[in-house]
């Protein structure tokens, strides 16, 4: 079974920024629309980022122009720059693959907390 594995969380000051990484051991991985997901205590697990194995990207409104998706398909990696971080974005994040594209086993996900 492929579970991703979510690294590079962390607290960081309103308007900071963090590179979040995503490793995938599953062989399918370059073939498979991958996503970026959050949730914060007490709410749903909410989808903000994927990307296609062609590189085509999609956000959530809430972090569109400050998040970016990206991917490294030799490295079986899934990476999310945010930058501009409010307390809003405190959640913890997982990825999986896209909503459409059959989900692997979740992760333990990354905690971020934006606070000052």
């Known amino acids: 079974q492929v579970q991703p594995v979510e690294s590079g969380g962390g607290l960081v000051q309103p308007g900071g920024s963090l590179r979040l990484s995503c490793a995938v051991s599953?062989?399918?991985?370059?073939?498979?629309?991958m996503g970026w997901y959050r949730q914060a205590p007490g709410n749903q697990r909410d989808l903000v980022a994927t990307?296609?194995?062609?590189?085509?990207?999609t956000y959530a409104d809430s972090v569109k122009g400050r998040f970016t998706i990206s991917r490294d398909n030799a490295k079986r990696t899934v990476y999310l720059q945010m930058d501009s971080l409010t307390p809003e974005d405190t959640a913890v994040y997982y990825c999986?693959?896209?909503?459409?594209?059959?989900?692997?086993?979740w992760g333990q996900g990354t905690q971020v907390t934006v606070s000052s």
């Open positions: 990307i296609t194995r062609a590189g085509t990207t």
């Open positions: 999986n693959a896209a909503p459409w594209g059959g989900l692997y086993d």
């Open positions: 599953g062989s399918n991985f370059s073939y498979k629309a």
